[in-house]
């Protein structure tokens, strides 16, 4: 068995803790553990702040990618509604170039054979077998005396010129999809 003597301890011991004498390594220890238990808390909480700020950041990230998805499904959804405004103005103007170019040759050919039974209900839509031509620069001259003037004038307008549509702006250039849509691109 161990024996205690003292429960004191050694009297030399005693006298030197008394007069303040004490030992400076287990007041520096303490005061680096707390330095460092001061640090670590310090850095506990910046990290801690650091990972809410990035939480916050790729949330604003996040709604920045559905704001751009939903902008460019807008933008899709205009330029979609632009292409067929543009496809519905493009089929009228042709059909509508059709019915002006169906409508003229209807009147060519009504003023023509307006004119033709006009110059047959006077006579003058053949030549006369009894009279011969012996001059041809002369004939025209000799059948204009005979006509009226509104039928000379109704024969000369019978075949307006015909002007070419207009161009197309140059500011845009037309595109031709493919699958037949067609696409406007403004030139730069």
């Known amino acids: 068995m161990t024996k205690i003597d003292s429960l004191t301890g050694d009297a030399a ?4 803790l008394a007069a303040g004498g004490r030992s400076g390594f287990p007041s520096v220890l303490v005061a680096a553990a707390f330095a460092i238990t001061v ?10 702040k650091a990972k809410s700020e990035l ?3 790729d949330g604003r990230l996040e709604d920045l990618a559905s704001f751009e998805k939903r902008l460019q ?12 405004q543009f496809d519905l103005l493009n089929r009228n103007l042709q059909g509508q170039f059709y019915d002006l170019a169906t409508r003229i040759d209807r009147q060519e050919r009504s003023l023509q054979a307006f004119a033709e039974r006009r110059l047959d209900g006077i006579g003058y839509a053949s030549r006369p077998p009894d009279e011969p031509v012996t001059d041809p620069a002369s004939a025209p001259a000799k059948v204009a005396e ?8 109704a024969k000369a307008g019978a075949r307006p010129a015909r002007t ?4 197309p ?5 037309r595109l031709e999809s493919p699958d037949g849509k067609v696409y406007y691109k403004k030139m730069r």
């Open 55 to 57: 939480t916050a950041l």
């Open 39 to 48: 640090i670590n808390v310090m850095a506990a909480v910046y990290l801690y």
């Open 146 to 153: 005979n006509l009226p003037a509104a039928t000379s004038a």
């Open 164 to 167: 070419a549509p207009p161009k």
């Open 73 to 84: 499904a807008r933008l899709d959804g205009v330029n979609n509604g632009l292409q067929s």
């Open 13 to 16: 011991e005693t006298r030197s």
């Open 169 to 173: 702006s140059a500011s845009y250039q």
